[in-house]
C-alpha cells in the first residue's frame, strides 16, 4: 500500500510536499527522529469519528530517501500499535482523497491547498 501522495517542489526547490496517513499519535515521528529527517508539518485533515489523519509536511530535498524509507516502516509499526486495518481503510482513505485530486486537477489545472494557494500535482 502506498501510505502518501507526493505533491512535488516547493520552497524554491529545497523542500518537497508530500501527504501521508498517520493517527492522532503521530508515530511517524519516531521513525523520523530515529531517521534524523528534518521536516515541517503544515497542516493535519481529519474526519470527526475517523482514526486516521492526513498530514500535509515538507521534506528537505536531501532527506527525501530517509523520509521514504521511515514511511515503508509504518504501516509494520500500525500493526504493532493495533492499527490492523491501516492498509486496507487508509488505503480507501488516500485513494478517496487521490480520486478528488484527480478531478480537481482536471478541472482547473491544479489542486487548491488546504493551508492556501495551490500546486500541480503528478498523481501516478
Do not use: Q
Not at 37 to 64: A, I, P, Q, S
Not at 97 to 114: F, N, S, T
Amino acid at each position: 500500500m502506498k501510505n502518501y501522495l507526493d505533491f512535488g517542489k516547493c520552497g524554491g526547490g529545497r523542500w518537497k510536499r508530500y501527504l501521508y496517513l498517520d493517527t492522532e499519535d503521530f508515530l511517524l515521528g519516531s521513525l523520523l527522529t530515529r531517521e534524523k529527517v528534518k521536516v515541517k508539518f503544515e497542516t493535519c485533515l481529519m474526519r470527526d469519528n475517523e482514526k486516521y489523519r492526513m498530514v500535509m509536511m515538507k521534506v528537505l530535498k536531501r532527506d527525501e530517501t530517509k523520509f521514504l524509507k521511515a514511511l515503508e516502516e509504518l504501516p509494520g509499526k500500525m500493526l504493532l500499535c493495533g492499527y490492523r486495518d491501516y492498509e486496507t481503510h487508509g488505503g480507501e482513505l488516500l485513494a478517496e482523497l487521490e480520486e478528488l485530486i484527480r478531478a480537481d486537477m482536471e478541472a482547473h489545472g491544479k489542486i487548491r491547498l488546504p493551508m492556501g494557494g495551490s500546486a500541480r500535482v503528478e498523481l501516478g
